[in-house]
């Protein structure tokens, strides 16, 4: 276990439900002073707007917050056209985006959608594909051309050229993506559920293994993790699931021992309560012990 010592960065995990303010959260969000606005990509979701469209509108409503989606469902968002988009919203937004990417789940929904079904492999495959299409079309070269099993490009043309360098930011599990992650992306992208703080030290070891092999510092790769619980007034209830400061306890634990830089947070609940809570009682606690303890 290990302090990469990035600076710690917060963000809030907004589900993109049709029927909820959606853009008076994400306001809310930045005036409470978080760094970053994550949003799933589930297109089949019938209860769910667009991710793509939500996150421009969240850009074009705010002024500071990065965005960026939590994470793209490959399988049914060509990268081409994907990264086109990505480099568009950041020039737009004026930096304000990143990348985050998936190879893909729920695959009966995304078939349902027109999307190709793939084999866990095939599914790796395709993600590294598109990891190197992204970054052509980002590139600002002309005649662009890519052959591969899953996607190709043509003579394809680049442009715009995004605002600043776009991360890639891979939410991965399996050994293969992890590779991935520690050979070409900028980040990782897990999630509590799946990856809880006993798992953390293999799955950092993985994707440093592989960062040191192609001849990459690991800590040029950045750790976000998207924690998943209640602050409440009462006792602890478990891990993520107790009062304000055993969360702070929690999360400070996490970036100091355990790697992780960026908290992406999915509150359960009183989605504006629990925002507030980790906003004004959680958040300042974590930077105030981080930049001491690693002072100290």
Same mark, same amino acid.
């Given at each position: 276990?290990?302090d990469y010592?990035?600076?710690?960065?917060?963000?809030y995990?907004l589900?993109p439900?049709?029927d909820?303010?959606?853009l008076e959260?994400?306001?809310?969000?930045?005036?409470?002073g978080?760094?970053l606005?994550?949003?799933?990509?589930?297109?089949y979701q019938?209860?769910?707007?667009?991710t793509?469209?939500?996150?421009s509108?969240?850009? @074009?409503?705010?002024?500071r917050i990065?965005?960026? %989606?939590?994470v793209a469902? !490959?399988p049914l968002r060509?990268p081409a056209? +994907? &990264?086109?988009s990505?480099?568009s919203l950041?020039?737009l937004?004026?930096?304000?985006l990143e990348?985050?990417?998936?190879?893909?789940?729920f695959?009966e929904a995304?078939t349902?959608?027109?999307?190709a079904?793939r084999?866990?492999k095939?599914?790796?495959d395709?993600?590294?594909?598109a990891i190197q299409?992204i970054?052509?079309i980002w590139?600002?070269?002309?005649n662009?051309r890519?052959?591969?099993?899953?996607?190709?490009?043509t003579? @394809?043309?680049?442009?715009?050229?995004p605002?600043? %360098?776009?991360?890639?930011? !891979?939410?991965?599990?399996g050994?293969?993506? +992890? &590779?991935?992650?520690g050979?070409t992306?900028?980040g990782?992208l897990?999630?509590s559920?799946?990856a809880?703080?006993?798992?953390?030290?293999?799955?950092?070891?993985r994707?440093?293994?592989a960062?040191?092999?192609a001849?990459r510092?690991?800590?040029?790769?950045?750790?976000?993790?998207n924690v998943?619980?209640?602050?409440?007034?009462?006792?602890?209830?478990?891990f993520?699931?107790g009062p304000?400061s055993?969360?702070?306890d929690?999360l400070?634990d996490?970036?100091l021992a355990?790697?992780?830089d960026s908290f992406?947070?999915?509150?359960?609940?009183?989605?504006l309560?629990q925002?507030?809570?980790?906003?004004?009682?959680?958040?300042?606690?974590?930077?105030?012990r981080?930049k001491e303890e690693r002072?100290?």
């Amino acid at each position: 276990m290990a302090d990469y010592g990035r600076d710690v960065r917060f963000g809030y995990f907004l589900v993109p439900n049709a029927d909820d303010p959606l853009l008076e959260t994400a306001q809310t969000a930045e005036r409470l002073g978080l760094d970053l606005i994550g949003v799933q990509d589930h297109p089949y979701q019938r209860r769910y707007v667009d991710t793509w469209t939500l996150l421009s509108m969240i850009a @074009a409503t705010t002024q500071r917050i990065t965005v960026f %989606p939590d994470v793209a469902c !490959l399988p049914l968002r060509p990268p081409a056209v +994907l &990264a086109k988009s990505a480099a568009s919203l950041d020039l737009l937004s004026g930096g304000r985006l990143e990348l985050g990417l998936g190879a893909g789940a729920f695959w009966e929904a995304i078939t349902a959608y027109g999307g190709a079904a793939r084999t866990p492999k095939h599914a790796i495959d395709a993600l590294t594909e598109a990891i190197q299409v992204i970054r052509k079309i980002w590139s600002g070269e002309p005649n662009l051309r890519f052959t591969g099993e899953h996607y190709h490009l043509t003579g @394809a043309k680049s442009g715009p050229i995004p605002a600043h %360098p776009i991360g890639i930011w !891979l939410g991965a599990a399996g050994p293969r993506a +992890l &590779a991935l992650t520690g050979r070409t992306a900028n980040g990782w992208l897990p999630s509590s559920g799946w990856a809880p703080p006993s798992r953390l030290p293999e799955l950092h070891d993985r994707i440093d293994t592989a960062a040191a092999k192609a001849g990459r510092d690991p800590a040029d790769i950045r750790r976000l993790y998207n924690v998943n619980g209640t602050i409440t007034d009462g006792p602890s209830e478990g891990f993520l699931r107790g009062p304000a400061s055993q969360w702070a306890d929690e999360l400070t634990d996490l970036a100091l021992a355990y790697g992780m830089d960026s908290f992406i947070f999915w509150g359960e609940g009183d989605q504006l309560t629990q925002l507030h809570r980790f906003a004004e009682d959680v958040v300042p606690l974590v930077r105030e012990r981080v930049k001491e303890e690693r002072q100290g």
